[in-house]
C-alpha cells in the first residue's frame, strides 16, 4: 500500500531525513498544494501508471519545480507483462518514447535515458530512468 511505502522510505532515509535535506511526502500528484519554485529535484519511481493525465501532471511538476531542478521518472517495461490485465487493475502501461514526448511536452530540456536491468529468479526486466532540467 502507499502507506507501508511512505513508511519504508523513511526508515530507508531516515539519516538523510533527519539532516534536513530531504522530506518524503505522500501526496496526490493532481493537486500539488506547493508554491512555485519549490523543489530541487523530484523523483517519481513506479508512479506514472496511475497518472490519469501525464502531461497536465508534468505541468505541475513543472511549476513547483526551481529553475535548473531535476527530475527523474523511472518505470518498468517487462515484455513478458500481460497489458490487458494491467489496464483492467488501473495501470497506464506506457513506453519510453511516450514518457519522453509527456517532459518534452511539459518543456522539461536535458532528457535522458537510462536503462537498468533487473531480476528475479525467474524473470528479467528493464528500468527507465528518463530525467530532464527544467530550464532556468
Known amino acids: 500500500t502507499s502507506m507501508a511505502m511512505l513508511a519504508s522510505a523513511k526508515k530507508n532515509n531516515r539519516a538523510i531525513i533527519l539532516s534536513g535535506h530531504v522530506n518524503i511526502l505522500q501526496i496526490s500528484w493532481e ?5 512555485n519554485n519549490t523543489f530541487d529535484r523530484v523523483s517519481a519511481s513506479n508512479v506514472i501508471y496511475f497518472w490519469e493525465n501525464p502531461v497536465e501532471i508534468l ?4 511549476r513547483v519545480m526551481k529553475n535548473n531542478a531535476q527530475i527523474i521518472i523511472s518505470f518498468r517495461i517487462d515484455e513478458n507483462l500481460d497489458y490487458r490485465l494491467m489496464e483492467e487493475y488501473g495501470y497506464k502501461l506506457f513506453n519510453e518514447k511516450q514518457v519522453r514526448q509527456f517532459m518534452s511536452n511539459a518543456n522539461f530540456v536535458d532528457l535522458k535515458i537510462e536503462y537498468k536491468n533487473a531480476m528475479t529468479n525467474t524473470r528479467q526486466w528493464k528500468i ?3 530525467s530532464g532540467i527544467k530550464a532556468g
Open 59 to 62: 505541468n505541475s511538476i513543472y
Open 31 to 35: 493537486d500539488l498544494d506547493f508554491p
Open 128 to 130: 527507465v530512468w528518463l
